[in-house]
Nanobody, 119 residues
Framework: QVQLVESGGGLVQAGGSLRLSCAGS??????MGWFRQDPGKGREFVAA????????YYTDSVKGRFAISRDNAKNTLYLQMNSLKPEDTAVYYC??????????????WGKGTLVTVSS
């Protein structure tokens, strides 16, 4: 069982930056992903990274603005978010077990952290 805890969310103005973290024991053995969800909408894939950190994947809307990374020694996953836009407002979740964009392929989920981008 992997328990994931996200942190780093908050309120930021458009154009600003935030870095999300996701900590969890045993996380280093898993491929990991970040998803986000607006109220009333499905969970949207944001980015993913292989367990080694050698390969990363992004949805088109965040390419060039967001960067996923990991520190396996610290069992921590990161999402650096730059040039934030109001449409990036959502609850952000980290997940373990896959690099696929389909959330059903992931085994473990955190409870989420809210990111609000004001215009």
């Amino acid at each position: 069982q992997v328990q994931l805890v996200e942190s780093g969310g908050g309120l930021v103005q458009a154009g600003g930056s935030l870095r999300l973290s996701c900590a969890g024991s045993g996380l280093s053995a898993y491929h990991m992903g970040w998803f986000r969800q607006d109220p009333g909408k499905g969970r949207e894939f944001v980015a993913a990274i292989t367990w080694s950190g050698r390969s990363t994947y992004y949805t088109d809307s965040v390419k060039g603005r967001f960067a996923i990374s990991r520190d396996n020694a610290k069992n921590t996953l990161y999402l650096q978010m730059n040039s934030l836009k109001p449409e990036d407002t959502a609850v952000y979740y980290c997940a373990a077990g896959s690099v696929d964009s389909d959330p059903r392929t992931y085994d473990y989920w955190g409870k989420g952290t809210l990111v609000t981008v004001s215009s």
